[in-house]
């Protein structure tokens, strides 16, 4: 009944989630057809050819299979035995609570809750999401200095005077908040008995519920703790194709606006597309904005003005998200709301 009650809420949370990111995201696209000139219409018969068309299902479907794959990886390395059917659910899952939740934070916690109800440990579930965002995050920000620095490019069309500083302090910023969860394992205890004790004393909490909450805590903490120890202990083959999985979904994740371009007959070079992409992508780390909805869209169209002509911009802009976000968004939501009735039907029953 409680857990009925808990996720009746997510439903009304993940809801306004939804309504904030399609209108954020409606209203960032109308202002940028409104603002380049010509930009009429998403149909560019000259642009989606047989040929082009092909091309994206390709990396589309490579895409979503090495995400997949991974997040499979990383729970191989500590020895935990999942099926690839659910790890691809798992994707879609992500991808709509992270696009309706700011700075994505919802992505990990709904995946983690239906790992949960697939008998993983919750601290093993939050370990293996952990490492696997940790994995990506870690690429991201190693290649943003350098490319401020050395890609020319992107110097073009960016005011990167202090762009590296920045930069610099957001990752050191991100790096020290990651080695609290993972290094101070005791200080996150004490927060996390602090507050359920603050909840017992409100009344919020019973106390006998709150006693078992702390013990709980105290199991999943041990949990995360072993995961990342087996992760870096783990079989070497695992390990490497997690690292090596990560970097093929995230050039796959920055490819597509370069085939949508090289569709338009425009000369950009492939590492300038990518550069910019990886820009993007940091940006969307820190925005507060559910999924980064209007930060996203508004910065790739000013970026790419620079390179692709007016009446392209649109366009362009839109089928990158829609490849990249709302296509995955769109099945994430028939695959969350599938399973929480499901699991809502069988706690009825």
């Known amino acids: 009944m409680a857990e009925r009650k808990k996720w009746k809420k997510e439903y009304v949370t993940y809801g306004v989630g939804s309504l904030v990111f399609i209108t954020l995201a409606g209203l960032t696209l109308s202002l940028i057809f409104k603002g380049f000139k010509g930009a009429g219409s998403l149909v560019i018969p000259d642009v989606f050819t047989g040929k082009t068309i092909a091309e994206l299902l ?25 099926s690839f059917f659910l790890m691809i659910k798992l994707i879609f899952i992500n991808v709509f609570a992270s696009g309706v939740t700011p700075l994505a934070t919802g992505g990990g916690f709904a995946q983690i809750y239906f790992l949960s109800k697939n008998r993983i440990p919750v601290g093993t579930a939050t370990a293996a999401t952990t490492i696997r965002t940790v994995i990506a995050s870690v690429i991201i920000f190693a290649s943003v200095p350098v490319i401020l620095t050395l890609e020319k490019g992107v110097q073009r069309v960016i005011d990167i005077q202090h762009g590296v500083l920045y930069s610099l302090l957001l990752i050191t910023l991100y790096i020290f908040l990651f080695y609290g969860l993972v290094r101070q394992k005791a200080l996150l205890k004490k927060f996390i008995f ?115 002509s007016s009446p392209y911009v649109p366009p362009l802009t839109f089928y990158w998200r829609f490849l990249t976000m709302y296509l995955g968004m769109m099945i994430g939501f028939v695959v969350f709301y599938r399973e929480v009735w499901r699991k809502d039907e069988k706690s009825k029953n």
């Open 194 to 308: 602090s507050f359920l004790n603050l909840l017992r004393k409100i009344r919020i909490v019973k106390p006998d519920r709150c006693e078992r909450m702390k013990a709980s805590v105290d199991t999943e903490i041990a949990h995360f703790a072993e995961s990342l120890v087996s992760f870096s202990r783990g079989r070497k083959i695992y390990l490497v194709l997690s690292l090596v999985s990560s970097c093929i979904y995230l050039f796959l994740l920055f490819f597509f606006p370069y085939v949508l371009i090289r569709a338009m007959n425009v000369e950009v070079h492939l590492i300038t597309v990518l550069s910019i992409q990886v820009l993007i992508t940091f940006l969307i780390y820190f925005t507060p904005t559910p999924g980064g909805s209007g930060v996203a869209e508004g910065g790739f169209a000013l970026i790419f003005s620079h390179f692709v």
């Open 58 to 82: 390709v990396i589309l479907l490579l895409f979503y299979t090495f995400d997949g794959l991974r997040l499979l990886f990383v729970f191989k390395t500590i020895n935990t035995d999942v």
